[in-house]
């Protein structure tokens, strides 16, 4: 009785040092290799493509695959969810938070959009820059942005007081767009809020065990289990800043840790 109470408490024991060694190896690696183009993330190996396929809302986005590739299509509206740029009158229309209220672009428009990423996503030797537009899609087809607006210029407290409850706001085509958090994509969780271009996902603040990370690299991301990918993955985490004191936190800056696709709109 004795020796098999042991034998059970072995295994999980090893399952951890294993998984503690191959978060190790990706991470030591991984620092010495920015100049090549010698993938190293361990998790380069992941594929992506059943979880792509499970958790983005099929009603808005059309998923389909080609030679290695996903490709993801939407009308870049927050169609399962309200905002105040649906406009009064609109079954989806709910009120700006306290303080908040409309930019001039106005309103939510339909896009063309289509999002090409790596089914199997690696670490890129020269780490790009993420730039204006989009730079990933949420599980609703809606665009992530960075902390940018037109310009180049990060975002002040002013615009921060045009996004609405889920953290967006329309650009000059009616493009809505996800920057901060918000109430229907992450606020102080782990929630999978979708894609950014080089086919990695991006988490909320925090990792499946509730923690905040405390080794994330300069893209904020780093190789750990997540819900959607127990065997581990490289993932970004939403900055855990809050920003400008807003109490709202930044989606993404800075740069991809992969290469980036396409995102034509
Ligand atoms: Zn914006
Ligand atoms: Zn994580």
Redesign the pocket.
């Known amino acids: 009785m004795l020796k098999r109470n042991f034998l059970a408490l072995r295994i999980p024991v090893v399952a951890v040092i294993a998984s503690l060694l191959f978060i190790n190896c990706s991470k030591s690696s991984d620092t010495g290799t920015t100049t090549t183009t010698t993938t190293t993330v361990t998790a380069g190996s992941v594929d992506i493509t059943s979880v792509v396929q499970s958790k983005f809302l099929t009603s808005y986005v059309t998923i389909t695959t080609n030679g290695g590739n996903i490709i993801l299509k939407s009308d870049g509206r927050p169609n399962n969810h309200k905002s105040p740029y649906w406009g009064v009158g609109n079954a989806l229309y709910e009120p700006f938070p306290a303080g908040h209220s409309t930019n001039p672009n106005g309103t939510i428009g339909v896009q063309n959009y289509t999002m090409t990423i790596p089914a199997a996503p690696n670490g890129a030797g020269t780490h790009e820059a993420t730039d204006l537009g989009p730079i990933g899609m949420a599980l609703n087809g809606v665009a992530i942005?960075n902390n940018n607006?037109a310009g180049g210029v990060p975002?002040d407290a002013g615009?921060i007081s045009s996004l609405d409850g889920a953290g967006a706001?329309p650009?000059q085509q009616a493009n809505y767009?996800y920057?901060i958090t918000g109430t229907y994509t992450t606020l102080d969780d782990a929630n999978l809020v979708g894609f950014l271009r080089d086919g990695f996902p991006i988490y909320g603040r925090r990792d499946k065990d509730g923690t905040y990370p405390t080794n994330l690299d300069a893209y904020n991301g780093h190789v750990s289990a997540t819900t959607e990918f127990p065997a581990g993955i490289y993932h970004y985490h939403t900055r855990n800043e809050n920003y400008l004191n807003t109490g709202y936190y930044i989606l993404k800056s800075g740069s991809y840790y992969g290469t980036k696709g396409t995102f034509v709109y």
């Open positions: 942005f607006e975002i615009i706001h650009a767009h920057h």
